[in-house]
């Protein structure tokens, strides 16, 4: 596997996380009841996999080497959306952090995880078609040397093994579990702590 079919596999978790965050305002939007844990993991996915792992393999690695097949100006709006998704992304945790401290905060908390997913969805779409054309470019020497620097970085490997956890066990969010609902504080839990040991 390539560097832009590993992009694309991150691609796919995404697009799960992106059913999550859809499924969690439908709830909170009627009027229902979404576990604060549950919000907390989600925006930990979203801190710890789609921005630290995601976006910085692009950023650091896979745009350097496509730019240089002049697609800069698909590059360029790229890595404006990554910044925009980054101050999403802030906005959902402080107000997280807003309900966890006891505000009701759930409207804006909803609005801008709305607001993400409705980043990802047109982003991630937008990507997959600029992976096509940087296929057609890149040798497979280029696609092998950039998914071997991937896999030498361990902590993303472990970042997208804990976000992988962290979605299954959210997934009831889609009424695929329904029994389950109310259950996953543990899920976020998990999330918290195994990122906090991995920045010390």
């Known amino acids: 596997m390539g560097a832009t079919e590993a992009l694309r596999e991150d691609h796919r978790l995404a697009w799960r996380l992106e059913a999550l965050i859809v499924a969690c305002c439908e709830r909170l939007e009627a009027g229902g009841d979404v576990p604060l844990g549950d919000i907390e993991a989600i925006s930990g996915v979203i801190d710890g996999f789609m921005d630290a792992v995601h976006h910085a393999r692009e950023e650091n690695t896979y745009f350097a080497c496509v730019g240089a097949y002049g697609m800069a100006s698909e590059i360029r709006a790229f890595l404006i959306e990554h910044e925009f998704a980054r101050r999403v992304a802030a906005k959902v ?73 962290a979605i299954a066990a959210l997934e009831r969010l889609r009424g695929d579990r329904p029994e389950a609902i109310g259950t996953a504080g543990s899920a976020a839990a998990r999330w918290t702590l195994r990122r906090a040991s991995s920045l010390a």
Do not use: N
């Not at 107000?95 to 801008?112: N, Q, S």
């Not at 995880?113 to 982003?123: E, K, S």
């Not at 992976?131 to 057609?136: L, Q």
């Open 93 to 165: 945790a402080r107000h997280a952090a807003r309900w966890r401290a006891g505000e009701d905060a759930r409207e804006p908390v909803c609005r801008f995880l709305r607001a993400y997913a409705t980043f990802l969805r047109d982003h991630m779409t937008k990507e997959e078609a600029f992976f096509d054309e940087a296929e057609e470019a890149l040798s497979a020497e280029e696609e092998a040397e950039m998914r071997d620097y991937f896999a030498a970085a361990g902590p993303d490997a472990a970042a997208a093994r804990r976000a992988e956890e």
